[in-house]
């Protein structure tokens, strides 16, 4: 990634960076993901499955915009799948990226919040079937 930042600043083809997003989509097949979150949802129709459910919050920590969209028991083909979307962005503009340490700072900071988020979401038993590597 730095190498190809330092390559493209060289040929005049990037300038100063202003925006840097991570952002992190998984699927999972026959999963009620609503059921695996430390985030409790409750819905006033007894004995009912909600079909096709999303959910999309954003907050600010510090410099960063996170995202966090979640679709539950979404139908396809006869199968159901849920998504855990995470995006996490810095907004560069009063202080743009020049060099490419300074890039790699950033997303390095930013890819800690989107797998603290992310995991974060799990309930630890459901985390666990995952079998985790943590790099």
Request: net charge negative; with cysteine.
């Amino acid at each position: 990634m730095l190498i190809l930042a330092d390559l493209l600043r060289r040929e005049n083809l990037l300038g100063e960076i202003y925006w840097v997003g991570l952002r992190y989509i998984s699927e999972f097949s026959e999963v009620q993901i609503f059921d695996q979150l430390t985030w409790q949802f409750n819905f006033p129709v007894d004995n009912s499955q909600t079909i096709n459910t999303s959910f999309r919050t954003e907050w600010i920590d510090d410099s960063d915009h996170i995202v966090v969209n979640l679709l539950n028991n979404g139908q396809r083909g006869g199968t159901s799948f849920s998504l855990m979307d995470v995006d996490v962005n810095h907004n560069c503009l009063d202080t743009p990226i020049e060099v490419p340490e300074q890039l790699a700072d950033v997303l390095n900071r930013i890819h800690e919040k989107e797998k603290l988020v992310f995991f974060g979401l799990m309930n630890e038993e459901f985390l666990q079937s995952l079998n985790p590597k943590y790099v």
